[in-house]
C-alpha cells in the first residue's frame, strides 16, 4: 500500500526554470555524443570508416534498449529518504561528468580498431551515467505538474535550457574550439581542441545537474512513494512489458521510431553539407547553431499556447508537417539550381533563417509530444495501478536515442556508398559525390521525417481522457488513505 501524500504548493516560475536547467546537461551530452560530431571526428580526424563509426554508434545506443527501461523501473520502485528519483540524478552527476572527459582523451598511440573499442565502451558508460540523471528527472513532471496544461508550461522550460544548451555548446564548439585561423589551421581536424571542449562539458554536466537536482529537493514530500513489495526478475520485466504496451505509448513510440531516424540522419549528415555543399568554414558553423537559441525562446512561449488552443495532437502534427517541408528546402533548393552562391551573404541568411523556422517547429514539437507522454502516465497508473512514469521516459527516451543510432548507421551507409573520401578537407570533394549524397538524403528524410506524422494520427489521450484518468487516480487514493484509516 502506497503512502498518502500531501498537496503540493503551486508550481512557481523559479522552480520551472531550475528542474530546466537540469537539461542543459542534456544539451551537453547531445553535442558530445552527437553523430555529427563523432562521425566526423572517428571518420575524418582518426581515420576511422564512416561506416564502422556508423555502426559504433549504433552498437553503443542498443545498450540503452535493455538498460534504459531497468533505470526507469528501478526508479519508479527504489524507496529513501530523498523519495524515488533524487538518488539516482545525485549519483549521476561525477560518472557523467568524468566519462565525457575521458571519451576526449582516449590514450595515445592506439591502433583506429582499439580507439574504435574503446570509444563504443565508453559511450556506453556515458549513456548509462546520463540516462541514470535523464530518465528519473524527466520522470519527475508528471507528478510535478498533474494539470494537463501545465505540465506542456514545464516541458517547454525543459526543452528550452535542453535547445539552448545545445544551441550553445555548438556555437562555442565551431566557433571558439573548431575556429579555423592561423592559430588553428586544422579546423575541424584538430584533435586537440576536441579533447579541450570535452573538458569544458564535463564540469557543466556535473554543475547543471546537481543545481537542478538540489532545487526539486524541496519536492520530495510530495511525490509519490511506492508501497514496499519484492518483485521476481520475471514481475519486474511483465510490468515493464505493460507498459510498453500502452497503446498511446505505442502510437508514440512508432512515431519516435520513424522521426527520431530521419533527425538522426540530419544530425549526422549536416556538417557535411555545411562544408562540403554550402562551402562554410567551422567557424560559420557556430552562428548557425546559435539560431537553436532563438528557436528555444520561440518554443517556450508558443508551444504550451498551441497545445492549449489546438489540442496536443493536432497541434504536433500540424508542426511537425511543416518541419518536413521547411527541412528540405535548402538542399532541394540547390539541386535545383535555385540557391545563391557559395559566400553569398543571401546564402548565409537563408541557411541561417531555415535552422531557426526548423528548429522552432521541430522544438515546439517535442515539447508537446513529450506532454504527451506525460498524459501516459495517468493512462498506464489508470490500468495497471502502479505509477511507472521512468519506464514510460525511458521508452520515449530511448527510442529516440536508437533511432538517432539508426540515422547515424544510415547516414555512413549514405556516405561510403557515394564514395565519399576521409581527411578530406572543404573544397577537395568532387561536387559530383557531394551531389549524389544530397540526392540520396531527401528521399530517406522525407520517407522517416512524413511517416513519424501519420502514426500520430492513432493517439487517442485529449484533454477530457485525461481529466477522466486524473479523477480515476483521485479517487482510487482516496479509497487507499480512507482503508489505510481503518486498518
Same mark, same amino acid.
Request: glycine content about 10%; overall charge positive; aromatic content about 10%.
Given at each position: 500500500?502506497?503512502?498518502?501524500?500531501?498537496?503540493?504548493?503551486?508550481?512557481?516560475?523559479?522552480?520551472?526554470?531550475?528542474?530546466?536547467?537540469?537539461?542543459?546537461?542534456?544539451?551537453?551530452?547531445?553535442?558530445?555524443?552527437?553523430?555529427? *560530431?563523432?562521425?566526423?571526428?572517428?571518420?575524418?580526424?582518426? @581515420?576511422? +570508416?564512416? &561506416?564502422?563509426?556508423?555502426?559504433?554508434?549504433?552498437?553503443?545506443?542498443?545498450?540503452?534498449?535493455?538498460?534504459?527501461?531497468?533505470?526507469?523501473?528501478?526508479?519508479?520502485?527504489?524507496?529513501?529518504?530523498?523519495?524515488?528519483?533524487?538518488?539516482?540524478?545525485?549519483?549521476?552527476?561525477?560518472?557523467?561528468?568524468?566519462?565525457?572527459?575521458?571519451?576526449?582523451?582516449?590514450?595515445?598511440?592506439?591502433?583506429?580498431?582499439?580507439?574504435?573499442?574503446?570509444?563504443?565502451?565508453?559511450?556506453?558508460?556515458?549513456?548509462?551515467? @546520463?540516462?541514470?540523471?535523464?530518465? +528519473?528527472?524527466?520522470?519527475?513532471?508528471?507528478?510535478?505538474? +498533474?494539470?494537463?496544461?501545465?505540465?506542456?508550461?514545464?516541458?517547454?522550460?525543459?526543452?528550452?535550457?535542453?535547445?539552448? %544548451?545545445?544551441?550553445?555548446?555548438?556555437?562555442?564548439?565551431?566557433?571558439?574550439?573548431?575556429?579555423?585561423?592561423?592559430?588553428?589551421?586544422?579546423?575541424?581536424?584538430?584533435?586537440?581542441?576536441?579533447?579541450?571542449?570535452?573538458?569544458?562539458?564535463?564540469?557543466?554536466? &556535473?554543475?547543471?545537474?546537481?543545481?537542478?537536482?538540489?532545487?526539486?529537493?524541496?519536492?520530495?514530500?510530495?511525490?509519490?512513494? +511506492?508501497?514496499?513489495?519484492?518483485?521476481?526478475?520475471?514481475?519486474?520485466?511483465?510490468?515493464?512489458?505493460?507498459?510498453?504496451?500502452?497503446?498511446?505509448? &505505442?502510437?508514440?513510440?512508432?512515431?519516435?521510431?520513424?522521426?527520431?531516424?530521419?533527425?538522426?540522419?540530419?544530425?549526422?549528415?549536416?556538417?557535411?553539407?555545411?562544408?562540403?555543399?554550402?562551402?562554410?568554414?567551422?567557424?560559420?558553423?557556430?552562428?548557425?547553431?546559435?539560431? %537553436?537559441?532563438?528557436?528555444?525562446?520561440? @518554443? &517556450?512561449?508558443?508551444?504550451?499556447?498551441?497545445?492549449?488552443?489546438?489540442?496536443?495532437?493536432?497541434?504536433?502534427?500540424?508542426?511537425?508537417?511543416?518541419?518536413?517541408?521547411?527541412?528540405?528546402?535548402?538542399?532541394?533548393?540547390?539541386?535545383?539550381?535555385?540557391?545563391?552562391?557559395?559566400?553569398? %551573404?543571401?546564402?548565409?541568411?537563408?541557411?541561417?533563417?531555415?535552422?531557426? *523556422?526548423?528548429?522552432?517547429?521541430?522544438?515546439?514539437?517535442?515539447?508537446?509530444?513529450?506532454?504527451?507522454?506525460?498524459? *501516459?502516465?495517468?493512462?498506464?497508473?489508470?490500468?495497471?495501478?502502479?505509477?511507472?512514469?521512468?519506464?514510460?521516459?525511458?521508452?520515449?527516451?530511448?527510442?529516440?536515442?536508437?533511432?538517432?543510432?539508426?540515422?547515424?548507421?544510415?547516414?555512413?551507409?549514405?556516405?561510403?556508398?557515394?564514395?565519399?573520401?576521409?581527411?578530406?578537407?572543404?573544397?577537395? *570533394?568532387?561536387?559530383?559525390?557531394?551531389?549524389?549524397?544530397?540526392?540520396?538524403?531527401?528521399?530517406?528524410?522525407?520517407?522517416?521525417? @512524413?511517416?513519424?506524422?501519420?502514426?500520430?494520427?492513432?493517439?487517442?489521450?485529449?484533454?477530457?481522457?485525461?481529466?477522466?484518468?486524473?479523477?480515476?487516480?483521485?479517487?482510487?487514493?482516496?479509497?487507499?488513505?480512507?482503508?489505510?484509516?481503518?486498518?
Amino acid at each position: 500500500m502506497s503512502s498518502p501524500v500531501p498537496t503540493p504548493p503551486p508550481l512557481g516560475f523559479p522552480l520551472k526554470v531550475t528542474y530546466g536547467l537540469g537539461s542543459v546537461a542534456y544539451g551537453v551530452a547531445y553535442v558530445i555524443l552527437s553523430s555529427a *560530431v563523432l562521425q566526423i571526428y572517428f571518420n575524418q580526424v582518426l @581515420g576511422i +570508416p564512416a &561506416v564502422w563509426v556508423g555502426a559504433a554508434i549504433l552498437v553503443s545506443l542498443l545498450a540503452d534498449v535493455v538498460l534504459d527501461p531497468l533505470i526507469g523501473q528501478w526508479s519508479d520502485n527504489f524507496r529513501s529518504r530523498w523519495g524515488r528519483r533524487h538518488p539516482f540524478m545525485y549519483a549521476s552527476a561525477l560518472p557523467a561528468a568524468a566519462l565525457t572527459y575521458f571519451l576526449w582523451h582516449a590514450p595515445r598511440g592506439l591502433e583506429p580498431t582499439q580507439l574504435l573499442g574503446l570509444a563504443v565502451v565508453t559511450m556506453i558508460a556515458l549513456r548509462v551515467a @546520463g540516462a541514470s540523471y535523464e530518465i +528519473p528527472s524527466a520522470a519527475l513532471a508528471p507528478e510535478l505538474a +498533474p494539470d494537463y496544461d501545465q505540465r506542456t508550461s514545464l516541458m517547454a522550460f525543459r526543452w528550452f535550457f535542453a535547445i539552448g %544548451g545545445i544551441a550553445v555548446m555548438q556555437l562555442v564548439l565551431y566557433t571558439v574550439f573548431l575556429r579555423q585561423d592561423a592559430a588553428n589551421p586544422l579546423g575541424v581536424l584538430n584533435p586537440e581542441r576536441y579533447a579541450q571542449f570535452g573538458a569544458l562539458s564535463a564540469v557543466l554536466i &556535473v554543475v547543471c545537474i546537481l543545481i537542478s537536482a538540489a532545487a526539486t529537493h524541496s519536492r520530495i514530500p510530495y511525490l509519490h512513494k +511506492p508501497p514496499v513489495r519484492r518483485a521476481t526478475v520475471g514481475q519486474t520485466f511483465r510490468q515493464i512489458a505493460s507498459t510498453f504496451a500502452n497503446p498511446a505509448l &505505442v502510437v508514440v513510440m512508432g512515431s519516435s521510431l520513424l522521426g527520431g531516424t530521419g533527425v538522426g540522419i540530419t544530425t549526422t549528415l549536416s556538417n557535411y553539407f555545411y562544408l562540403h555543399l554550402w562551402g562554410l568554414k567551422s567557424q560559420a558553423i557556430g552562428p548557425l547553431a546559435a539560431g %537553436g537559441l532563438l528557436s528555444s525562446v520561440l @518554443g &517556450v512561449f508558443l508551444a504550451p499556447f498551441l497545445a492549449k488552443r489546438f489540442g496536443k495532437k493536432q497541434a504536433m502534427i500540424g508542426l511537425f508537417s511543416t518541419s518536413v517541408f521547411t527541412s528540405m528546402l535548402p538542399i532541394g533548393g540547390r539541386l535545383l539550381g535555385i540557391m545563391p552562391p557559395n559566400g553569398s %551573404g543571401l546564402l548565409y541568411g537563408l541557411l541561417f533563417t531555415d535552422v531557426v *523556422v526548423t528548429a522552432a517547429l521541430g522544438l515546439m514539437g517535442f515539447v508537446i509530444i513529450t506532454s504527451m507522454v506525460a498524459d *501516459v502516465a495517468e493512462d498506464q497508473a489508470v490500468k495497471s495501478g502502479a505509477r511507472s512514469e521512468g519506464v514510460l521516459f525511458a521508452a520515449n527516451g530511448l527510442v529516440g536515442k536508437f533511432t538517432l543510432g539508426i540515422g547515424a548507421f544510415v547516414a555512413g551507409s549514405l556516405i561510403s556508398l557515394v564514395g565519399f573520401p576521409t581527411h578530406a578537407a572543404p573544397g577537395t *570533394v568532387d561536387p559530383d559525390i557531394v551531389r549524389r549524397l544530397a540526392i540520396y538524403y531527401l528521399p530517406c528524410i522525407l520517407i522517416f521525417n @512524413g511517416g513519424s506524422v501519420v502514426v500520430l494520427q492513432f493517439y487517442r489521450i485529449d484533454r477530457a481522457a485525461h481529466e477522466r484518468n486524473i479523477a480515476r487516480l483521485r479517487e482510487a487514493a482516496a479509497l487507499a488513505e480512507e482503508t489505510h484509516i481503518v486498518g
